[in-house]
């Protein structure tokens, strides 16, 4: 390798290893990500077509505006964050472990210069007394000192919390492990969605983006679906499909109600509940009364089927709704009378059946039935990653809490005659919360004042 | 639901005049340079702390005597009013360690202006969760964050009164002109920073988790951690920009005004996440529409 070579790799390992970069890097992301929550993603040429001209399309399309957090660049951006994270914290991480592991067991006094918290003493005790007081109040308050003899002066050096400064390593590594994650789902998983009839079954669902169909390799059917309002209102209380799987021919999930919030799991695929829909057309249960003679008939239609009425005439469901301000199913009804004059047309609600009583017609009608068959919509997602991505979060959290929270705490004490007297110098320092490391030390100085000249 | 009548929508407005009353005290402070004005402007904060706590308190007991057993956190009213209650107890906790009234002037107008907001513009009507909010996550998720975005707010409160003591020096001007009369009792730029800091140090690890709350539980009802929905990204890019203050720390040339700036856009972007993606972004988090 030239010269040149070793200047030009040296330059680029020292761009890697350039906080400046990280910096740039952090804040280059926050701006492209802005571009995605203003664009809408994922939508058809025809949606974008709606909102832009022809010539923002090409433009947003070529700079891949529509899919941006998966094109190329945005990639290539978090590719390079995290060869920056990784160089950071190759190249910092030994001085760490040196600081921790092997400290500075004989201070000199240009570090003790550094300390903010320190303090000199001279006693009349002799060395070897003030030394044993001194390690015996270190271990007992803070921590057992290693002792370090230098010719006439003797050392002490005790430290606490020295695994705090591996927490930013922690953090680091635990974002590369929530991106491995992701990378592993987006490889071996798939994201998939399926619309499945009541009383129906499926074997495949259909990729999202348009992957084409996925094999499952066992049966699900959805036996019902139901929807729950609260009680007088359109709020939405409850949205729930009754799931049955069957594998190899055999149920290995019977009625297993899957609802918002509470997913089936099956061989590493899970079905949440997403949407739902009518299928086909409803049928509605009719119990109609013959005013004049009191003959009740029970009539089942189809929504806009024409039935015959019971003495003449007919009738058919032209509307309907499932909830009629939040009355329930609710059908308006057009009877034809038998002279074929216009029809009379008017609401009928399952949930009073009584209510068309006052309507005065030759006819009462109740409805007996809604029966409305539905569709429901189920989000199906394999993703072999996430297990990587929780342990990648869980280590994320316990990092920062480390590296934010907790401080690795040192102290130097040299002790050395001083004419027939001894001197004592103690000076500690704290990595991270210094001030509630000022007032342990003031206290711990205290102590030892007292213990040595009392 | 029309026609509530909420006693603890009464208790809220008592609360909102506590932080109107102390906030005025604090600015008053500044001018008068009275301690005992800043002593009683701390106490009324307390009271006001209490009060919104009991008017939480208050609203889970009436959402279960109407039958829905909640957290009071499923609405934007109960989110501001929540946040009105983080923004008081980060900024008392703060006070409490480092007793510098004039910050007061700078945080409870933020508390205040919430408060204010909730109860003059939001509906308070007590209303049961929709099925994609009902679980336990709602509360670890909604906790997270508002303790994440009260310490940023403390966080860019201190940072502008940072930018204004610094300009003021930077000017030249001493203590005899009015407004460095007026500076007198703002804490120096080493402390401001320091909370600034210290703040931030609360808050990032709570976004943190928030963030992690957020996508174990969407993955847990939508089957997907992380969709780049509005909201997601915007929480991203909030983590982004404190990381970015996080890291300015150990690099020359991004120490101070520098990071006072990151850190006033990174509640300007907080507050975008919080608030414009609901009300100008379309996604998933649609509770402000």
């Given at each position: 390798m030239s010269a040149q070579n070793r200047t030009f790799g040296t330059a680029l390992w020292d761009f890697f290893c350039s906080l400046k970069l990280t910096i740039a890097l952090l804040i280059i992301l926050s701006i492209t990500s802005i571009i995605g929550t203003v664009i809408q993603q994922g939508r058809t040429p025809e949606q974008y077509l709606q909102v832009y001209s022809e010539r923002t399309y090409q433009l947003f399309e070529t700079l891949n505006f529509f899919d941006m957090y998966n094109s190329w660049w945005f990639l290539s951006l978090l590719g390079l964050f995290s060869i920056n994270l990784i160089a950071c914290s190759i190249k910092r991480f030994p001085r760490v472990w040196k600081t921790v592991y092997e400290p500075v067991l004989v201070p000199s006094d240009s570090l003790y210069k550094t300390f903010s918290n320190i303090e000199e003493m001279v006693v009349a005790e002799s060395q070897a007394q003030v030394r044993e007081k001194i390690v015996s109040q270190l271990s007992s308050k803070f921590a057992a000192p290693v002792v370090t003899q230098e010719g006439e002066k003797t050392h002490l050096f005790a430290q606490k919390g020295g695994y705090s400064r591996f927490g930013v390593y922690v953090t680091h590594l635990s974002i590369l492990i929530i991106l491995a994650g992701a990378m592993i789902g987006s490889i071996f998983g798939f994201k998939a969605y399926v619309n499945i009839v009541e009383g129906t079954e499926t074997n495949t669902v259909w990729a999202r983006g348009g992957g084409g169909d996925i094999d499952l390799g066992f049966t699900v059917r959805a036996d019902s679906f139901t929807v729950e309002f609260y009680e007088g209102t359109s709020r939405p209380k409850l949205y729930q499909t009754l799931v049955t799987v069957i594998d190899n021919g055999e149920v290995v999930k019977d009625r297993r109600p899957v609802i918002v919030n509470d997913p089936l799991k099956y061989k590493g695929i899970v079905f949440y509940q997403s949407s739902y829909g009518p299928a086909g057309d409803p049928t509605f249960g009719f119990r109609i009364r013959n005013r004049a003679t009191d003959e009740v008939a029970e009539i089942t239609v189809r929504a806009g089927q024409r039935v015959p009425l019971p003495g003449g005439g007919s009738f058919r469901v032209a509307d309907f709704t499932p909830n009629y301000q939040a009355f329930g199913p609710a059908a308006r009804v057009e009877v034809f009378p038998p002279d074929g004059a216009r029809p009379r047309s008017f609401v009928v609600l399952q949930a009073f059946p009584d209510f068309d009583m006052q309507r005065g017609g030759e006819h009462i009608f109740s409805m007996t039935n809604f029966g409305q068959r539905y569709f429901t919509g189920l989000q199906v997602a394999k993703d072999p990653g996430v297990w990587v991505v929780w342990i990648g979060c869980t280590l994320l959290i316990v990092g920062s809490i480390v590296a934010f929270c907790l401080s690795h705490r040192r102290i130097w004490v040299t002790i050395q005659p001083v004419g027939q007297k001894t001197g004592v110098k103690i000076g500690g320092s704290a990595h991270r919360n210094q001030a509630a490391f000022s007032i342990f030390f003031d206290d711990l100085k205290k102590g030892l004042k007292d213990e040595l000249k009392g | 639901m029309p026609g509530q009548d909420l006693f603890s929508t009464q208790i809220f407005n008592y609360t909102t005049i506590a932080y109107f009353v102390s906030m005025v005290l604090f600015i008053a402070f500044i001018a008068t340079r009275n301690k005992s004005v800043a002593l009683v402007a701390t106490i009324i904060a307390w009271i006001g702390l209490g009060l919104n706590t009991a008017g939480i308190y208050l609203r889970y007991a009436e959402s279960a005597a109407m039958g829905f057993r909640q957290a009071p956190l499923s609405n934007l009213y109960e989110s501001v009013v929540f946040f009105g209650w983080s923004i008081l107890l980060i900024y008392l906790l703060f006070d409490l360690k480092?007793?510098?009234?004039?910050?007061g002037a700078f945080v409870m107008p933020i508390a205040f202006i919430f408060m204010t907001w909730a109860q003059l513009r939001l509906n308070d009507a007590i209303a049961p969760l929709v099925p994609a909010l009902q679980s336990n996550w709602l509360t670890y998720h909604v906790i997270t964050c508002f303790i994440g975005y009260a310490a940023f707010a403390v966080a860019a409160g201190v940072s502008v009164m940072y930018l204004i003591k610094v300009n003021k020096e930077d000017d030249g001007s001493?203590?005899?002109s009015p407004a460095g009369g007026m500076l007198a009792m703002f804490p120096s730029t080493k402390i401001l920073d320091d909370i600034n800091y210290k703040a931030i140090m609360v808050g990032f690890p709570m976004l943190t988790l928030g963030i992690v709350t957020g996508a174990a539980w969407a993955n847990y009802a939508w089957g997907t951690y992380w969709s780049w929905d509005p909201k997601e990204t915007w929480s991203l890019i909030v983590w982004f920009i404190y990381a970015a203050f996080l890291h300015a720390r150990f690099t020359?040339?991004?120490?101070?005004k520098k990071a006072a700036y990151l850190s006033i856009i990174g509640f300007a972007a907080t507050i975008f996440c919080y608030l414009g993606v609901n009300l100008l972004l379309s996604g998933l988090h649609s509770y402000g529409a």
């Open positions: - | 480092y007793k510098q009234r004039a910050v001493s203590s005899s020359r040339g991004w120490v101070g």
